[in-house]
Antibody, heavy 123, light 107 residues
Framework: EVQLVESGGGFVQPGRSLRLSCAASGFTFDDYAMHWVRQAPGKGLEWVSGITWNSGSIAYADSVKGRFTISRDNAKNSLYLQMNSLRAEDTALYYC????????????????WGQGTTVTVSS | DIQMTQSPSSLSASVGDRVTITCRASQSISSYLNWYQQKPGKAPKLLIYAASSLQSGVPSRFSGSGSGADFTLTISGLQPEDFVTYYCQQSYSTPLTFGGGTKVEIK
């Protein structure tokens, strides 16, 4: 079964850091780009960041650029999101998602999603 | 960044109706347009990719069309499980961006 399981969310004060993880199983992880997408409470979807299968291309939303860092460890079938200088507006459910296209050089659509991990930033 | 505008933001319909949701990009995105369905408390699900290609396992009552800057998602024959929220997303360039969502409600 293809599965993505996020972890690492929690309650954190503004300005602090948090690291999210996503464990993948049921597919060849190092063949696919991966994404982080977030959803603030009661709001729509916001793409946060993406990383290609070989980490050759990385991209961020303007709202997190310079504060968040995406990475992956293909040997561990894992995706990460290091979040620094957190703000109240970063409060959201963070989803890990798999890109549909195999070994593409870019980012397309997301065909497998985890259930998300919640990040709350508040003093 | 490419802005994605969905309309309407919500609509009311009945079981069996045909509904159309529109997504407009702030510039031409060719056919790099995808549609997702999200049920309450659940992760989004890919319905349509590349504007008109039906994702495996998705019922054929869902269809997508359009190219350039204007796109539509059509649901032909609404079923009770279709009364949820739909999002479009462009994959023409990064940052990837989503539309604001359309909530389909029971009339």
């Amino acid at each position: 079964e293809v599965q993505l399981v996020e972890s690492g969310g929690g309650f954190v004060q503004p300005g602090r850091s948090l690291r999210l993880s996503c464990a993948a199983s049921g597919f060849t992880f190092d063949d696919y780009a991966m994404h982080w997408v977030r959803q603030a409470p009661g709001k729509g979807l916001e793409w946060v960041s993406g990383i290609t299968w070989n980490s050759g291309s990385i991209a961020y939303a303007d709202s997190v650029k310079g504060r968040f860092t995406i990475s992956r460890d293909n040997a561990k079938n894992s995706l990460y999101l290091q979040m620094n200088s957190l703000r109240a507006e970063d409060t959201a459910l963070y989803y890990c998602a798999k890109d549909r296209l195999k070994r593409s050089g870019g980012f397309y659509d997301m065909d497998v999603w985890g259930q998300g991990t919640t990040v709350t930033v508040s003093s | 960044d490419i802005q994605m505008t969905q309309s309407p933001s919500s609509l009311s319909a009945s079981v069996g109706d045909r509904v159309t949701i529109t997504c407009r990009a702030s510039q031409s995105i060719s056919s790099y347009l995808n549609w997702y369905q999200q049920k309450p408390g659940k992760a989004p699900k890919l319905l349509i990719y590349a504007a008109s290609s039906l994702q495996s396992g998705v019922p054929s009552r869902f269809s997508g069309s359009g190219s350039g800057a204007d796109f539509t998602l059509t649901i032909s024959g609404l079923q009770p499980e279709d009364f949820v929220t739909y999002y479009c997303q462009q994959s023409y360039s990064t940052p990837l961006t989503f539309g604001g969502g359309t909530k389909v409600e029971i009339k």
